[in-house]
């Protein structure tokens, strides 16, 4: 079963297709589109509505004039949002329950159209073999299960009764019509950026999820009023204090399939602060979800799992007591961030940060990756990627690379390729569905420090600049498949650490030794120093370089048992609670100690007792910043001498990996160095690199005195 897919891209859901006859052809100069109205019914009865177009620029008089006051910087949500508190001010500041949904509906007097207003619904389709009957002006159709209850749910309430209207994918595209279907994708953005509010339903109450949406609930307004740590020194005390069996429930809400879906991620951004999340009969305002997440993070993270470990063993069940956090991972550091862009303002998605969050939801269809993102990328990108599903990848992700080189005049999109993929796309061309790529990994963005003192969100972001300010020199050939670009060669890979085995363990026996024990930085204490830099990728909490401060992490000890009392002899109270999370820095530890650095062991160059007086701050900032640093990446050595990481394939082949002699490159226009291999007479893209000393410029300094020469390179 996949509960990914909606019927714009595979025209599924719908076992009985509504007649064509009932959609008549949308004026797209017009900005038509199909809306739902529910006839009135009894909660038990069939669900009875009714399709009509209405035009998304029929506005009224009275908004027409409040809209051309703002400011063209203003986004629509957020004119939207300004436009609620004056015309429904009673209704703001919802909470669970009634409140929060009646804070998404306008009153008559609020409508923006001249045909009254519309909510959009976000939802999962269910098992398509799963289908319960509707009617849709007259004729009966089946849909799945999981829409029929959502339509049934909403088709109950008064506003609805009222004529508020309802855009539905499933119902409100012509699905017989695959041009149709190809332009409502690309008019996502309007669709839900226009709609007065964005329906987020979940699914059906069971698993005590109302008990979940209370505690969220609960969570915000303690974050609210700034009782975060109050908070958790209680529950320690008084674990039942937010309710028996609420921790479960907690956990079993963001396990459902509505957070796996990748179409929900434009859904609730274009949305953001008009969505309400809709859980059975339960609701909660977007806003107060986040914010009860976001206690959840900044003071509950281990917490948390003491107490769901503890509810389970009360109720003996045999379910793992560790949490599954990708759905709480999403939702605070995507989801929430995206929507307040969305709203506030802020920079345009990288094409990496696209990537990233493309991996983080399911699509059946590998295009979608691309189409169901469109709506939240800069549209100058997007009005270069109109949906097309004839289009093979092989040419699709090729395309949105060349968009991007294009249109912001550089190579980053480089540092996101290798030849791993499955979808058979140029190396140059990142494949949007290689699983091997993770979503906090990147280099240049902050690390989130989620210890006791707080997150780096909003610190100063320093990049790298390989290439110096050089501009790139880029052309495409062979039908777009090849690019040819300028750089030059600055080494080649000598030795390589262990290869990951998923995220979870290292393979000790993949260890690739170098040649010799040489080191370009000098004698011992100055290659100690390389490499304290390089294991946090010179970039650390705050968003500065690594300084003197971070030679803590060769003094971080080599195992937790060998930690923990040193922790507590210093009241290092977070670190000591980290047992759950330090397994990845002893297993990297324990299988790379024997690599050669120099003409000594790895493991020789790290202590494994904490000096007096050290700084926690210290010890948090490079654990958290090589956790970010080692994922994906492999630490290597290069034939001069040199340190860093190469790209690590962590679920591909023992064949599918970086390998000893692949070279390293600086391309004019990339910020980081890129590994590159011989393919004939062109060359594949392996990967981004990190050389200790050559990320700022200084290989350029080299190339102005003769010691490296300028080529192009032609990738395939």
């Known amino acids: 079963m996949d509960n990914s897919t909606p019927s714009l891209s595979l025209n599924r859901g719908i076992a009985k297709k509504i007649p064509a006859t009932s959609y008549l ?51 629509k949500r957020k004119a939207l949002a300004n436009w609620m508190r004056i015309r429904c001010p009673l209704r703001l500041g919802a909470k669970t329950g009634q409140d929060a949904m009646d804070s998404r509906v306008p009153v008559t007097n609020g409508y923006r159209f001249l045909w009254g207003d519309y909510a959009a619904l976000s939802y999962v389709w269910g098992d398509e073999n799963m289908t319960s009957k509707i009617v849709v002006n007259g004729q009966e159709i089946q849909v799945t299960r999981n829409l029929e209850v959502a339509l049934r749910a909403l088709r109950g309430r008064p506003d609805f009764e009222a004529g508020y209207k309802l855009w539905v994918d499933a119902l409100c595209i012509n699905q017989a019509d695959h041009e149709e279907r190809e332009r409502q994708v ?59 069996g609420s921790w479960i429930a907690l956990h079993e809400l963001m396990q459902r399939a509505y957070w796996t879906r990748l179409w929900i991620i434009q859904e609730i951004v274009l949305g953001s602060s008009g969505v309400v999340i809709r859980c059975g009969n339960s609701f909660i305002d977007w806003k107060l979800f986040c914010t009860g997440i976001g206690v959840l993070f900044d003071h509950l993270w281990v917490v948390k799992d003491l107490l769901r470990e503890r509810e389970l063993s009360l109720r003996k069940s045999p379910t793992d007591p560790v949490w599954s956090t990708e759905s709480l991972h999403f939702v605070h550091r995507d989801l929430r961030v995206l929507s307040r862009y969305e709203e506030e303002g802020g920079d345009r998605l990288s094409f990496g940060r696209l990537l990233d969050i493309a991996n983080s939801a399911c699509s059946s269809d590998i295009r979608d990756k691309v189409y169901g993102l469109v709506g939240i990328m800069d549209p100058a990108i997007a009005k270069q990627i109109a949906p097309n599903y004839r289009i093979d990848p092989l040419r699709l992700f090729p395309a949105v690379a060349k968009a991007f080189i294009l249109t912001y005049g550089n190579l980053e999109p480089l540092r996101d390729c290798n030849p791993w993929g499955k979808a058979l796309n140029p190396s140059w061309a990142a494949d949007w569905t290689w699983d091997s790529r993770h979503r906090y990994s990147r280099l240049d963005i902050p690390v989130w420090v989620w210890g006791p003192f707080g997150n780096q969100e909003g610190a100063a972001r320093i990049s790298y600049r390989s290439s110096g300010n050089t501009l790139p020199e880029a052309s495409f050939s062979n039908g777009d498949l090849h690019l040819t670009c300028r750089g030059f060669v600055i080494d080649r890979i000598s030795g390589l650490t262990a290869r990951g085995d998923g995220y979870f363990s290292w393979l000790k026996d993949s260890i690739v030794q ?21 294991l946090v990728a010179d970039r650390v909490g705050n968003g500065q370089r690594a300084s003197n401060r971070h030679a803590a992490i060769l003094s971080l000890p080599s195992t937790f048992r060998s930690a923990k009392p040193q922790f507590g002899r210093l009241g290092w109270n977070w670190l000591a609670s980290q047992e759950d999370y330090y397994f990845r820095w002893e297993l990297w530890r324990s299988a790379n100690d024997g690599f050669r650095l120099g003409n000594r062991r790895l493991g ?42 190469a790209p690590d394939n962590i679920y591909g082949s023992d064949e599918d990996q970086t390998r000893k002699g692949d070279l390293i490159s600086v391309i004019f226009g990339c910020s980081t160095p890129i590994v590159i291999r011989p393919h004939g007479k062109l060359f594949k893209v392996v990967g981004e690199a990190y050389v200790q000393g050559l990320m700022d410029g200084e290989a350029m300094r080299f190339l102005e005195s003769g010691d490296f020469q300028v080529q192009d390179f032609t990738f395939c």
Do not use: H
């Not at 009865?45 to 809209?67: F, M």
């Not at 948090?620 to 994922?631: A, E, G, H, K, S």
């Open 25 to 75: 052809p949308l004026d797209e100069d017009n900005d038509e589109i199909r809306l739902i109205t529910f006839a009135p019914g009894s909660r038990e009865s069939t669900v009875y509505c009714n399709l009509e177009t209405v035009s998304l620029k029929s506005y009224n008089l009275e908004y027409q004039s409040y809209t051309s006051a703002l400011s063209l910087t203003v986004s």
């Open 186 to 244: 690309g008019k996502m953005r309007n669709i839900y950026g226009n709609a007065w509010a964005v329906i987020a339903w979940l699914g059906e109450e069971e698993n005590e999820s109302d008990k979940a949406i209370n505690l969220i609930e609960a969570l915000a307004n303690a974050g609210r009023e700034d009782r975060g740590q109050e908070l958790e020194a209680r529950l320690r005390k008084e674990p039942y204090y937010l309710g028996n």
């Open 514 to 534: 170098p040649d010799r024990g040489n080191t370009i930085y000098g004698d011992a204490a100055a290659t100690a120093k390389a490499l304290y830099c390089a």
């Open 604 to 645: 020789s160059y790290f202590r494994n007792r904490i000096p007096n007086g050290a700084s926690e701050y210290d010890y948090i900032d490079v654990y958290t910043c090589f956790d970010r640093t080692c994922q994906s990446r492999r630490f290597m050595t290069t034939s001069n001498g040199y340190l860093g990481w």
